[in-house]
């Protein structure tokens, strides 16, 4: 049998356990206004989405292997650029669904720069603004970088580059 002290205890060890609880849950729980959520949850503006993209021009060997609308407002390419003078142009057409003007805070490119391959967007420029209704078609062109200095072997590999367009209300 367990004796009194024991018992005593394990009762204290109990009740400070739930005494610590309560004040943690206290401290890292706090009333959150909607707005407040759905502005942290919607970083990005929804309404804003790619609605075309498409191969328009390809130059040298190059060719588009693979290009999708990956999200709302992201694109991935597969594109197969091996040698110089190789270049490809893509079309994107964006669209702004929404009741508000959208403004592009930022463009990522990953990657913009890998080996061989030069990525860059044109026709489009953070700070921009996308009234409600409006659409906008920007350029993405993906090329050989003329100033590749290493030796490079050819590959079959292909290499994905993502462009994803960051918009805000």
Same mark, same amino acid.
């Given at each position: 049998?367990?004796?009194?002290?024991?018992?005593?205890?394990?009762?204290?060890?109990?009740?400070?356990?739930?005494?610590?609880?309560?004040?943690?849950?206290?401290?890292?729980?706090?009333?959150v206004d909607k707005e407040e959520l759905k502005t942290s949850i919607n970083n990005t503006y929804s309404d804003v989405s790619i609605t075309t993209i498409s191969s328009v021009e390809t130059m040298g060997s190059a060719q588009d292997v693979?290009?999708?609308?990956?999200? *709302?407002?992201?694109?991935?390419?597969?594109? %197969?650029?091996?040698? &110089? /003078?190789?270049? !490809?142009?893509?079309?994107? *057409?964006?669209?702004?669904?929404?009741?508000? %003007?959208?403004?592009? &805070? /930022?463009i990522n !490119?990953?990657?913009?720069?890998?080996?061989?391959?030069?990525?860059?967007?044109?026709?489009?420029?953070a700070g921009e603004e996308l009234l409600p209704g409006d659409s906008k078609m920007f350029t993405i062109e993906v090329m050989f970088d003329e100033e590749y200095e290493k030796e490079y072997v050819q590959t079959e590999e292909l290499k994905r580059i993502k462009v994803y367009l960051d918009y805000s209300k």
């Open positions: 049998m367990m004796n009194k002290d024991n018992r005593n205890a394990i009762i204290i060890g109990l009740l400070l356990t739930i005494a610590f609880m309560s004040v943690g849950y206290a401290l890292v729980s706090k009333k693979r290009s999708y609308i990956s999200g *709302n407002t992201e694109i991935t390419i597969y594109p %197969k650029i091996i040698e &110089k /003078n190789d270049l !490809i142009l893509y079309n994107v *057409n964006i669209k702004n669904n929404g009741d508000r %003007k959208a403004v592009l &805070k /930022n !490119i990953t990657p913009s720069h890998e080996d061989n391959i030069i990525c860059s967007v044109s026709n489009i420029s």
